[in-house]
């Protein structure tokens, strides 16, 4: 005779399963503001808008397993009335050196410009909508999940609330948003 398997035990709730939910809801809020505000550049909203003619290239490994590796090519940023000149501008993408590329200036950093590069970082900023969707159950019962299984256990716990609908929601409408983004970003 074989007995049903048992679900873990939920822990009890506690400050440490709220706390992971606010770590969420705070990872969420950077991914925001960092891609808005890069969002913000790429649109011309801030900094200077300028020109980088490319001198070099170079590839930079990120690690693992699917060892993939990041472009950055560097040159001179000259900027549209020709007041701001920086030699050492970098800005991470697959150009062609002697090409020349629209970008928009913050400070030290430069990111290009266009609808594709605006719809790109609006795409990651519905990742903050996925965190958020992420945190809300630790945040509302309080409970730290101890293995997977358990997470699970948690989510379905809020199934049916006011709080699962709002995860739910948070989450479709990320993957929907970045979907769109990413669609619009591969096309134009």
């Known amino acids: 005779m074989t007995m049903p398997m048992a679900s873990s035990p939920l822990s009890r709730p506690g400050i440490a399963g709220r706390a992971l939910g606010a770590l969420f809801a705070v990872l969420a809020l950077a991914c925001f503001g960092f891609s808005l505000a890069n969002a913000a550049q790429a649109a011309g909203l801030t900094g200077i808008h300028g020109t980088l003619t490319v001198e070099r290239c170079s590839q930079h490994s990120t690690g693992g397993r699917g060892h993939s590796s990041t472009t950055e090519c560097a040159g001179t940023f000259r900027s549209d009335d020709g007041v701001v000149v920086a030699e050492d501008a970098t800005v991470r993408a697959a150009l062609a050196v ?57 989510s379905r716990s809020i199934s049916g609330t006011r709080a699962g609908t709002v995860r739910k929601w ?12 990413l669609y619009l970003t591969w096309t134009f």
């Not at 970008?103 to 430069?110: A, E, I, N």
């Not at 948070?170 to 983004?181: E, K, S």
């Open 98 to 154: 002697g090409g020349k590329v629209p970008v928009q200036r913050s400070g030290d950093s430069y990111v290009r410009t266009g609808f594709g590069e605006i719809t790109r970082w609006i795409a990651a900023s519905f990742g903050g909508w996925l965190l958020l969707a992420i945190g809300v159950p630790f945040a509302v019962t309080g409970v730290l999940p101890r293995s997977g299984g358990q997470f699970s256990l948690i």
């Open 170 to 181: 948070l989450f479709l409408g990320g993957l929907a948003g970045a979907a769109v983004c």
